[in-house]
């Protein structure tokens, strides 16, 4: 299973960016898709997730910015970010529990993170 990121680059401070992430190989089905970001110095942090029943949790600071969404069809997560500040800077990461068949637990997997940068 491999996912592919794509989206991210240099942005003015109230500007927008969509992130997207793609996921291929052996997929029986995808449990959670998700956005996780890492600011230079700092954790990995939750951004956006979303769970294959339609639920989604976002972090506190980028509610009402922030929009996930998902195509199921393509096992594509997408991330639409508006109203961009500068702590927003961060590599961003795509995540998904899947399941390579029905009879086994979903395992997590990463994409290979792209850059956000906002100026102010």
């Known amino acids: 299973v491999q996912l592919q990121a794509s989206g991210g680059g240099l942005v003015q401070h109230g500007g927008s960016l969509r992130l997207a992430c793609a996921a291929s190989?052996?997929?029986?089905?995808?449990?959670?898709m998700g956005w996780y970001r890492q600011a230079p110095g700092k954790q990995r942090e939750l951004v956006a997730v979303?769970?294959?029943?339609?639920?989604?949790n976002y972090a506190q600071s980028v509610k009402g910015r922030f929009t996930i969404s998902r195509d199921n069809a393509e096992n594509t997560v997408y991330l639409q970010i508006n109203s961009l500040k500068p702590e927003d800077t961060a590599v961003y990461y795509c995540?998904?529990?899947?399941?390579?068949?029905?009879?086994?637990?979903?395992?997590?997997?990463w994409g290979q993170g792209t850059q956000v940068t906002v100026s102010s």
């Open positions: 995540n998904a529990v899947v399941r390579t068949t029905a009879y086994r637990r979903g395992d997590d997997y």
């Open positions: 190989g052996a997929i029986f089905s995808i449990d959670v």
């Open positions: 979303i769970i294959s029943g339609g639920s989604i």
